[in-house]
């Protein structure tokens, strides 16, 4: 074996960074890469590892993948954070959002060409000028309101709003072992009570194609009101997973994952 002394320096650093930076950064689509990047916007009461369980079966499938922390200040400003994350991405996008961070996503990719599908989980997909508490009011069956927990003064005058965390595993993550949702409770990120009540701007989804996932038993945003917002979007294909809560993408990951392959047309 040649010692590495023997090696001209500038030699040795390229044999050194090459890899590394091979490893750290994914192909970009559309440079050579067959998939898009597939990025994720969480919503309220969760964060960006609720996406686990998506995000390693699509980068198993080569998808160069994204999870956005979604800062849970507001609508508009939310989706100015994650629309520069979008244009910071080369190639085709497809965007998916969970819950909240549905609001987001309909709002962050108006205007964005390369954002090719829209896919919400278990999310909202206003119109304009909705907001989240409105659609979520526009049918019965949720229990969130009464599992808040004394909201939290801000600052700037607003509250942060939280689910108590004895109540949070029923209300938010009912298939989820137990143990598993009293981390969530513990690790939830809060959102301001105005971001649930800001009304949204122009729909991404009606010039971007659209997919639909929720569970049958979601009790922060009604059955009811996932398939008025799908049949109202004309969803390419809405999947209500039977027995599912809230977070679809934590008990039922590869249904998930599969909903954004379909989305991803590959």
Do not use: C
């Not at 650093?13 to 990025?39: C, D, F, R, Y």
């Not at 962050?108 to 278990?122: E, M, Q, S, W």
């Not at 009011?137 to 607003?158: C, D, K, M, Y």
């Not at 137990?178 to 800001?198: C, D, F, I, S, Y």
């Amino acid at each position: 074996m040649p010692h590495l002394d023997r090696f001209p320096i500038g030699l040795m650093s390229m044999a050194l960074i090459i890899p590394l930076a091979t490893a750290a950064t994914p192909a970009p689509a559309g440079a050579g890469a067959a998939k898009p990047t597939v990025v994720l916007v969480h919503g309220a009461f969760a964060e960006s590892s609720s996406w686990d369980g998506v995000v390693s079966r699509l980068l198993a499938e080569g998808y160069p993948v994204v999870a956005v922390a979604n800062p849970l200040r507001g609508v508009k400003s939310d989706a100015g954070y994650v629309a520069g994350v979008l244009k910071s991405i080369k190639g085709p996008i497809v965007l998916g959002g969970h819950s909240y961070g549905g609001s987001v996503i309909t709002n962050a990719a108006d205007g964005n060409r390369n954002v090719k599908a829209l896919v919400y989980v278990a999310a909202f997909a206003p119109e304009t000028g909705e907001s989240a508490i409105a659609l979520t009011g526009r049918f019965p069956g949720s229990t969130l309101a009464p599992t808040l927990a004394p909201p939290v003064s801000l600052p700037s005058g607003g509250k942060d709003l939280y689910i108590s965390q004895n109540r949070f595993p029923a209300q938010f993550a009912a298939d989820v072992p137990a143990g598993q949702a009293k981390v969530m409770a513990a690790t939830q990120r809060p959102v301001t009570e105005a971001a649930l009540n800001e009304p949204s701007g122009a729909p991404a989804w009606k010039t971007i194609p659209s997919w639909f996932v929720f569970g049958e038993r979601d009790r922060n945003i009604p059955p009811a009101a996932h398939s008025f917002m799908a049949k109202r979007a004309g969803a390419k294909e809405t999947v209500e997973v039977k027995g599912a809560s809230h977070v679809v993408m934590i008990s039922h990951p590869a249904k998930v994952a599969d909903l954004i392959d379909n989305a991803a047309g590959t």
